[in-house]
């Protein structure tokens, strides 16, 4: 894990081996920003000058690079954009601030030292900048450069992360300014455990090692887990679940993971969906969109990364992780469309399509967890391609039983920078899912498919119990080339909103 430091070293007088400034982008040209004052000295204050020559422009996430002058003491200077200049009074955006870090960060691979000369002008701003620069300063290199049997190297190591950052302008004595380092580490850090689990090959990553590191995680935290796997599945009658992952030769596993604490008022349940492989089953899915379905357990991955993270963080409400694990295969054991499942509620589901197999794995997740009757339940899955269409790659919908609980999720995603849109559950959808069969069907209308899907899920929330259902599909598995503090690859989406949800109803600022 990349190390983080305050520092209060002048930017002049701090050895690394590279300094990151940021630079906005003014009505008359690039414009050093707040932090970098020593630097700009450095540069006869002609810094913004320099930057304006070499074509810099302080737009997001530009990077220009320079070679340090007399009076530094780094060989290197990195100017990053943050962006439109703030209006008179206003600072900068603590997302601009955060995206910012993250690109300079990973700019910087293979660095090991660099200080960051950013804005910071109180503790949110220490969390923004120390967050962006943790989460760009990421790499998943578990399977790149090592050597085979014949004594050859496969493909070249590639570079590793920055291994040290250093914010300068924070003070280290700050209580404030010491606990927004110290939570942005914790938050960072589950983070990027949760892009590793996305990003590691389902061959390696099944249901049980899966089940086994939230286990292994558990035992060193000291907090409860229990791990049903299908003698246990088939004994208590999650037919959802087992449903789903029959047809695999890893078999599936129900995972729940239990921090409490002393203080507590509120309990929480997150249910992630974790489908360690889809290949839709019998309704195989088409080629070109089985290469990425390792992500299809980020849920799982999310929400096992909030609780380990809300445990460390010490947090007074209790939280419950419950991952849903299966892999979705085709085999001769397989669920096959037309097939009715009894679900771990008593409901009974005819399967239509074996690809809509995470509202399945979720139903039986969602039962169980309401039989403890939380305070609030929230689910977090990437279970429809139809949310991608609706809101894009990098927004997640927010689906509810209660209009005022989505609000307050899309603002608590909206303040840790995490896209979303809240959806609406329209009951006239409903009626779609009736099955002359079963109780339900697992599919309904096409169109608006990613509500039919909450819908559904709504269907196996106890009675009384506030729920929420993000769908993650869009902004789980980055595919494109990286920007800010998003990598290529597993991103650890609704990790941040998930935290700061337990972070509110502990100190009872919900609303």
Same mark, same amino acid.
């Given at each position: 894990?990349?190390?983080?430091?305050?520092?209060?070293?002048?930017?002049?007088?701090?050895?690394?081996?590279?300094?990151?400034?940021?630079?906005?982008?003014?009505?008359?040209?690039?414009?050093?920003?707040?932090?970098?004052?020593?630097?700009?000295?450095?540069?006869?204050?002609?810094?913004?000058?320099?930057?304006?020559?070499?074509?810099?422009?302080?737009?997001?996430?530009?990077?220009?690079?320079?070679?340090?002058?007399?009076?530094?003491?780094?060989?290197?200077?990195?100017?990053?954009?943050?962006?439109?200049?703030?209006?008179?009074?206003?600072?900068?955006?603590?997302?601009?601030?955060?995206?910012?870090?993250?690109?300079?960060?990973?700019?910087?691979?293979?660095?090991?030292?660099?200080?960051?000369?950013?804005?910071?002008?109180?503790?949110? &701003?220490?969390?923004?900048?120390?967050?962006?620069?943790?989460?760009?300063?990421?790499?998943?290199?578990?399977?790149?450069?090592?050597?085979?049997?014949?004594?050859?190297?496969?493909?070249?190591?590639?570079?590793?992360?920055?291994?040290?950052?250093?914010?300068?302008?924070?003070?280290?004595?700050?209580?404030?300014?010491?606990?927004?380092?110290?939570?942005?580490?914790?938050?960072?850090?589950?983070?990027?455990?949760?892009?590793?689990?996305?990003?590691?090959?389902?061959?390696?990553?099944?249901?049980?090692?899966?089940?086994?590191?939230?286990?292994?995680?558990?035992?060193?935290?000291?907090?409860?887990?229990?791990?049903?796997?299908?003698?246990?599945?088939?004994?208590?009658?999650?037919? =959802?679940?087992?449903?789903?992952?029959?047809?695999?030769?890893?078999?599936?596993?129900?995972?729940?993971?239990?921090?409490?604490?002393?203080?507590?008022?509120?309990?929480?349940?997150?249910?992630?969906?974790?489908?360690?492989?889809?290949?839709?089953?019998?309704?195989?899915?088409?080629?070109?969109?089985?290469?990425?379905?390792?992500?299809?357990?980020?849920?799982?991955?999310?929400?096992? &990364?909030?609780?380990?993270?809300?445990?460390?963080?010490?947090?007074?409400?209790?939280?419950?992780?419950?991952?849903?694990?299966?892999?979705?295969?085709?085999?001769?054991?397989?669920?096959?469309?037309?097939?009715?499942?009894?679900?771990?509620?008593?409901?009974?589901?005819?399967?239509?399509?074996?690809?809509?197999?995470?509202?399945?794995?979720?139903?039986?997740?969602?039962?169980?967890?309401?039989?403890?009757?939380?305070?609030?339940?929230?689910?977090?899955?990437?279970?429809?391609?139809?949310?991608?269409?609706?809101?894009?790659?990098?927004?997640? =919908?927010?689906?509810?039983?209660?209009?005022?609980?989505?609000?307050?999720?899309?603002?608590?995603?909206?303040?840790?920078?995490?896209?979303?849109?809240?959806?609406?559950?329209?009951?006239?959808?409903?009626?779609?899912?009736?099955?002359?069969?079963?109780?339900?069907?697992?599919?309904?209308?096409?169109?608006?498919?990613?509500?039919?899907?909450?819908?559904?899920?709504?269907?196996?929330?106890?009675?009384?119990?506030?729920?929420?259902?993000?769908?993650?599909?869009?902004?789980?598995?980055?595919?494109? &080339?990286?920007?800010?503090?998003?990598?290529?690859?597993?991103?650890?989406?609704?990790?941040?909103?998930?935290?700061?949800?337990?972070?509110?109803?502990?100190?009872?600022?919900?609303?």
């Amino acid at each position: 894990m990349t190390a983080l430091t305050l520092s209060t070293a002048g930017a002049a007088t701090l050895r690394a081996d590279a300094l990151v400034v940021g630079v906005a982008k003014g009505p008359k040209g690039p414009v050093v920003a707040a932090g970098a004052e020593a630097v700009d000295k450095a540069f006869d204050g002609k810094l913004a000058t320099v930057l304006d020559a070499l074509g810099a422009s302080g737009a997001e996430g530009e990077i220009t690079k320079l070679p340090a002058p007399d009076g530094l003491k780094v060989p290197v200077v990195l100017a990053v954009g943050l962006g439109a200049v703030p209006e008179k009074d206003e600072s900068y955006d603590e997302e601009a601030l955060r995206r910012a870090a993250g690109a300079a960060s990973r700019a910087l691979n293979g660095t090991k030292k660099a200080a960051f000369a950013l804005p910071l002008e109180d503790a949110s &701003a220490v969390t923004a900048v120390a967050e962006g620069a943790l989460l760009g300063a990421y790499a998943f290199t578990a399977y790149q450069g090592g050597e085979n049997k014949t004594g050859k190297s496969g493909k070249e190591a590639p570079k590793g992360p920055l291994a040290e950052v250093v914010l300068l302008g924070a003070k280290p004595r700050d209580k404030e300014h010491k606990a927004a380092a110290e939570r942005a580490k914790i938050v960072a850090n589950e983070v990027n455990i949760a892009r590793d689990l996305i990003n590691t090959p389902p061959n390696d990553l099944t249901p049980e090692a899966f089940a086994a590191v939230a286990q292994t995680t558990a035992k060193e935290l000291g907090i409860k887990v229990q791990v049903l796997d299908e003698k246990a599945l088939v004994k208590g009658g999650f037919g =959802g679940i087992m449903g789903v992952g029959k047809g695999s030769e890893n078999p599936p596993r129900l995972v729940k993971i239990a921090y409490t604490h002393p203080k507590a008022e509120k309990t929480l349940a997150f249910v992630g969906k974790g489908i360690t492989y889809d290949s839709g089953g019998i309704s195989l899915k088409p080629a070109g969109h089985n290469e990425t379905m390792k992500c299809d357990m980020s849920g799982a991955a999310a929400v096992f &990364a909030s609780v380990v993270a809300v445990a460390k963080l010490g947090l007074a409400v209790n939280v419950t992780g419950w991952l849903a694990l299966a892999e979705n295969m085709p085999s001769g054991s397989a669920t096959r469309p037309g097939d009715v499942l009894r679900m771990y509620s008593g409901k009974t589901v005819e399967v239509l399509n074996t690809d809509a197999e995470g509202r399945l794995v979720l139903g039986d997740a969602l039962t169980r967890a309401s039989e403890e009757n939380p305070d609030a339940i929230v689910d977090v899955a990437t279970l429809t391609g139809a949310m991608v269409l609706a809101l894009g790659n990098r927004t997640f =919908g927010i689906m509810a039983n209660d209009d005022a609980f989505r609000t307050s999720i899309h603002e608590i995603a909206e303040e840790v920078g995490e896209a979303s849109w809240p959806m609406p559950l329209p009951a006239d959808l409903r009626k779609g899912m009736d099955s002359p069969t079963a109780d339900i069907a697992n599919m309904g209308e096409r169109m608006g498919g990613g509500l039919v899907a909450g819908l559904f899920l709504q269907e196996f929330v106890g009675e009384g119990i506030t729920w929420a259902h993000l769908d993650i599909a869009g902004p789980a598995f980055h595919e494109g &080339a990286p920007y800010g503090y998003t990598p290529k690859g597993g991103t650890g989406s609704a990790v941040r909103t998930l935290v700061r949800l337990a972070e509110r109803t502990a100190t009872g600022d919900l609303g």
